[in-house]
């Protein structure tokens, strides 16, 4: 997506004292320390990063919120890596990273992870499927024209490559090893469009996720698979997790079990409207190492200054419209998600 510009008027935050809102709201959520036993990670999305032009400020507090994770899989880093190096350079603890090259949009994804604690395997690569393996599948998409519901259904739609490769690491921590999958998949367009070549784009969201998820499930029931652990985790673009939601059919008709992040602070969208953002694991062993999960929505703990200032002059809506903007700006317009697991013998 575009970067979003600096909001006028300009805002200038403390940085010390928004890290102590942070941490505060880390215990109202629930977000657990790191243990010796147990792995925290995250996922997050942080919109345009390389790109946007935060101040250094900026890139310090999103260290700040990524430093209580032991493995963080970021969507969206742009290709100059500048902005994503200093983060990980403030971050507390001895961290390093892993990113892959640019893909559509011109954006990579990353690894990052506490080194005394995670260790990165021999598997690092793309998912990339040969013609012969692209799977066809009927896409079918509800849509409104006119106040009136409409059904467009798009027949043994077959597969186009993604627009950016998930990418794969194997991780190892204590007691267990799996391979995790850091995804940004195509949006392409909003699914209730009056335009044909709109519900197109949207279908195309749909079948990278039934090719993902089926990816999923052919290699962790593969002997050959270097690990049959697999967790998926990023942006998939699933606007709601719900049984008659075509892009949520998708992700689960091969047998993967979508973690319900969402059930404690809404949606992964700065509204907690939508559930863009998901964790995914595979029904093999790693399923029974997970503990608790949620996500982190950090923006309701940062700038209550600015927020304040808005809600004393503004209506409600127009001022979480305006607030959102120094949110996106700053930080993200995607909240993070978490999943801590057991990594006892």
Not at 8 to 22: G, I, R
Not at 106 to 135: H, S, T
Not at 285 to 307: Q, S
Request: with cysteine; glycine share 6%; hydrophobic share 40%.
């Amino acid at each position: 997506m575009p970067s979003f510009g600096r909001p006028d008027p300009d805002f200038q935050y403390n940085l010390a004292a928004e890290k102590a809102a942070l941490q505060s709201w880390y215990n109202v959520r629930g977000v657990p320390l790191s243990k010796s036993d147990r792995l925290l990670m995250a996922s997050w999305n942080i919109a345009n990063l390389g790109e946007q032009k935060r101040d250094l400020k900026d890139l310090k507090l999103i260290a700040a919120i990524l430093s209580r994770f032991d493995l963080i899989a970021v969507q969206e880093i742009k290709d100059n890596l500048e902005h994503f190096e200093t983060v990980v350079g403030h971050m507390d603890g001895d961290y390093s990273w892993i990113a892959n090259d640019t893909a559509g949009n011109n954006e990579r994804l990353g690894f990052i992870f506490r080194k005394k604690k995670v260790q990165p395997g021999k598997l690092f690569g793309e998912i990339a499927l040969p013609a012969r393996d692209f799977p066809s599948y009927t896409v079918i998409v509800p849509y409104t024209f006119r106040r009136k519901e409409y059904v467009e259904v798009y027949y043994n739609l077959t597969f186009t490559p993604f627009d950016r490769n998930p990418f794969i690491g194997h991780f190892t921590c204590a007691g267990i090893d799996f391979t995790l999958v850091n995804v940004h998949l195509y949006f392409g367009s909003f699914r209730n469009s009056s335009k044909v070549e709109e519900r197109a784009k949207y279908a195309r969201r749909v079948l990278e996720i039934y090719t993902l998820a089926k990816w999923s499930k052919k290699r962790a029931r593969s002997k050959n698979s270097y690990d049959n652990d697999i967790i998926l985790v990023g942006d998939m673009n699933i606007p709601k997790m719900d049984n008659d939601d075509t892009a949520f059919q998708a992700l689960v008709k091969s047998g993967l079990k979508p973690v319900n992040v969402h059930s404690k602070a809404g949606g992964s969208n700065l509204d907690g409207s939508k559930t863009y953002d998901q964790i995914a694991i595979t029904p093999t062993g790693i399923k029974d190492r997970m503990l608790l999960y949620g996500i982190f929505d950090f923006d309701n703990a940062v700038f209550k200054e600015k927020w304040q200032n808005l809600e004393a002059r503004l209506e409600k809506e127009k001022a979480n419209r305006e607030f959102n903007k120094y949110i996106r700006f700053h930080l993200s317009d995607h909240r993070l998600l978490w999943l801590q697991l057991d990594t006892s013998i």
